[in-house]
């Protein structure tokens, strides 16, 4: 499995940005239909954090650091996940990975960067006040 996240770039504070993650490949016999699927986010010296969870089914789960302003939502026939970020902070500048988990487990919600087993390369974001 493949992923490929784009859109990152620099932004002022109040702005918005659409990051994409299209997704190529299969494992253990499933394609993207078959991945939960997340967003994380990255500064240098803190751990990754969860910013956006949509499972196969569609449900999808941010935390309150975002919620709100980001929405995450996926599109099976074109094997992309996006992550929509409204009202962007100075705070929200980091690189954002998508990142895969094959399930078989249709309400699976994934929340743990440990629990995925695919990532992508990582887009940067940064926001100036």
């Known amino acids: 499995v493949q992923l490929q996240a784009s859109g990152g770039g620099w932004v002022q504070a109040g702005d918005s940005l659409r990051l994409s993650c299209a997704a190529s490949?299969?494992?253990?016999?499933?394609?993207?239909?078959?991945?939960?699927m997340g967003w994380f986010r990255q500064t240098p010296g803190k751990e990754r954090e969860l910013v956006g969870v949509?499972?196969?089914?569609?449900?999808?789960y941010h935390p309150d650091s975002v919620g709100g302003r980001f929405i995450v939502s996926r599109d099976n026939a074109k094997n992309t996940v996006y992550l929509q970020m409204n009202s962007l902070k100075p705070a929200d500048t980091a690189i954002y990975y998508c990142?895969?988990?094959?399930?078989?487990?249709?309400?699976?919600?994934?929340?743990?960067?440990?629990?995925?087993?695919?990532w992508g390369q990582g887009t940067l974001v940064t926001v100036s006040s």
């Open positions: 990142a895969a988990k094959v399930t078989a487990i249709y309400s699976g919600m994934y929340y743990s960067a440990r629990e995925y087993e695919y």
């Open positions: 490949g299969r494992a253990n016999g499933r394609t993207f239909s078959g991945f939960g």
């Open positions: 949509i499972g196969r089914s569609g449900n999808i």
